[in-house]
C-alpha cells in the first residue's frame, strides 16, 4: 500500500492518526535514551529496597517520554536462599496511550537471568538497567545496577538529532566497579598472604616472599645478559649485528652503528 505525509485536509480527507506520526518521526529518529547529559534516565541506587530514574528524555518508536523529576520505584523484597535480577524499563503501551517506567520482576534462582522485552503490536520495552537482587539483600548498592543505556539492542542513544555524547556518567561507573574490583582482589592476596603466614610462620613466609622477589630479580638480569650476547660487534668499525632467522636461514642484522 502506497502512503504519503502531510498535505492539508479537505472536507476531512486528509485525517492523520497520532500512529501516522510517530510512525514519520520514528523513520529518522532512532529509539533509546537522549544522550546529553549523561545521567538522562540513569538508575541510581539509595541504599534501600528502592532506585531513582534521574530526570531525563527517551524516544520510543516515534513518541517521546519526559520525566521531569527524579523518579523513586521500589523493589520488591529479597528471596533468603535464591537470587533474582529485576528490570528497569520504559514501557510505551498503545492501548493505555502512554510511556511510564516500571520494575520487571524477575524469577528466582541460583543462576537467574533479566525477564525479557516486550516488543509487539500492543508494546514496545527498552531497558534502562538490570538490578540484581541478591538472596537475603536488604538493601541495593550501585555495584547491583547493571547500566544498559548504552546496549543498543535493550536500549541504545537517540540517534540523527544531536552532534556529541557524554559518556561522562557511565565512564564513571566503570571506574567505580574496577575499583571495587581492585581492592577486592587486593583483600583476596592480603587474605592468602596471611593464611601463608599462618602456615609457614611469619619469618617463613617473609623470606619466601624475598626470596621470590630475589629470582625475579636474577632472571630479569639473566634475560638482559642473554640479549647482550646475542649481539655481536664488528671490532674494526664498532658496528653492531644481532642474530636473525629468516625463512629457515639465519642472517646478521644492524643494530647499532
Not at 7 to 26: C, L, M, P, W
Not at 227 to 251: C, H, Q, S
Amino acid at each position: 500500500m502506497e502512503k504519503s505525509f502531510v498535505f492539508n485536509s479537505v472536507n476531512g480527507d486528509r485525517r492523520y492518526k497520532a500512529e501516522d506520526f510517530r510512525e514519520y518521526f520514528a523513520s529518522f529518529i532512532g529509539n533509546g535514551v537522549f544522550p546529553n547529559p549523561s545521567t538522562n534516565l540513569q538508575v541510581i541506587a539509595n541504599s534501600n529496597m528502592t532506585i531513582t530514574i534521574k530526570q531525563g528524555k527517551a524516544w520510543l518508536n516515534g513518541a517521546i517520554y519526559i520525566n521531569t523529576d527524579d523518579y523513586i520505584l521500589n523493589i520488591d523484597v529479597a528471596d533468603g536462599v535464591l537470587n533474582r535480577i529485576d528490570r528497569v524499563v520504559l514501557r510505551m503501551d498503545t492501548a493505555e496511550r502512554k510511556i511510564y517506567s516500571y520494575v520487571k520482576k524477575g524469577q528466582f534462582a541460583s543462576s537467574p537471568v533479566a525477564p525479557t522485552l516486550q516488543r509487539d503490536a500492543d508494546a514496545y520495552e527498552l531497558a534502562l538497567a538490570d538490578v540484581a537482587v541478591n538472596k537475603g539483600a536488604i538493601s541495593i548498592t550501585q555495584a547491583n545496577i547493571t547500566d544498559l543505556r548504552l546496549d543498543k539492542n535493550l536500549c541504545g542513544i537517540v540517534h540523527g538529532t544531536v552532534d556529541q555524547i557524554d559518556v561522562t556518567t557511565l565512564f564513571n561507573q566503570y571506574s567505580t566497579r574496577f575499583k571495587i574490583k581492585s581492592e577486592k582482589f587486593e583483600k583476596e592476596f592480603e587474605d592468602w598472604l596471611k593464611t601463608l603466614k599462618d602456615v609457614l610462620g611469619e619469618d617463613t613466609a617473609g623470606n619466601l616472599l624475598n626470596l621470590i622477589t630475589k629470582n625475579t630479580e636474577s632472571i630479569n638480569n639473566i634475560k638482559s645478559d642473554l640479549a647482550d650476547m646475542a649481539t655481536l660487534k664488528d671490532r674494526n668499525t664498532n658496528v653492531k649485528y644481532k642474530l636473525v632467522v629468516i625463512d629457515g636461514e639465519p642472517f646478521l642484522e644492524v643494530v647499532e652503528v
